[in-house]
């Protein structure tokens, strides 16, 4: 594209790359790619196994209740299901993983 001192109507090109056209006028400013999710370390119901085994409270601490409106972090499921999380997150650092039979082995 050849540089042009002003850009008829509006006609703002930006490099490839991003930064600004020609005029001067900053046109396209690139972001970089967001990070992808990631992938949990065990699958969601032995990570619910694991949660319901840190609830000593009386009745199922994740089954759904219709009549709670509050957040998913606010709710007690939610907050089980997070400590559940960081404590296969911990064993894992340490070493040690959940197999699916609900075990603990050592990792290789």
Known sequence: MPPRATCPGSDHRPPATGGSCACGMVTRIPSPKPAPAPTPLVRPDLRDVVARCLYD???DPLAADVGDHRPDEL???GIL???ADRM???LAAAGLVVTADGDLARAA
Do not use: D, Q, V
Request: net charge positive; hydrophobic share 35%; aromatic share 0%.
């Open 57 to 59: 409270g009386p009745g």
């Open 75 to 77: 709710r007690m499921s």
């Open 81 to 83: 299901r997070r400590r």
């Open 88 to 90: 296969i997150a911990a």
